[in-house]
């Protein structure tokens, strides 16, 4: 019996350490994105792997919904001096809202599916807050929508010490 509280003890304990942990922001702005077509699936990576926030992103595994064929149809038909010839709003598995843009070629990022096209990513939302497991594994990730939650996320977080008053504690 004393063995079972004890346990019970231990799990409850790590369970309180892994909930009071802070969720760690993962900013979209200023990083720059790819797509990939697998099949039927789409994957958006981040281009800049010298960026600590790429790795990060990249475990999240971004996977929007992507009508492809629908996008290049409209492209095709597009004025061909415009800029955009075809966009889509598309949505992750987490909730992000992505536009996702077809233009002409020399314009945007080469993608073999294309064809001479190319494409533009970008978020419409600033970000992700990411929670992790005891083990350091991705938890959750749930989209940050707003600038002004965004905001109050980030007064949220705890300050980082640093210079030398972190030296003397």
Known sequence: MKRVIILALLISTSQARADEASP??????????????????????????????????ERLAIQPEVDWDALQSKAAKA???????????????????????????GDG?????????TYAVVPTFPGYRVRFDDKGQVSSADVVAKAKEWQKALD???RKKGGLSALFE
């Open 24 to 57: 760690q922001l993962l900013p979209l702005s200023g990083l720059k994105y790819s797509v990939e077509r697998v099949g039927m699936f789409t994957y958006i990576h981040c281009t800049e792997p010298r960026q600590p926030d790429c790795a990060l992103f």
């Open 79 to 105: 004025k061909k001096k415009a800029r955009v010839l075809a966009k889509a709003s598309v949505v992750d598995q987490r909730g992000g809202l992505w536009i996702i843009a077809l233009l002409g070629p």
């Open 109 to 117: 990022r080469a993608a073999d599916f294309l064809g001479a096209l």
């Open 156 to 158: 949220a977080q705890p």
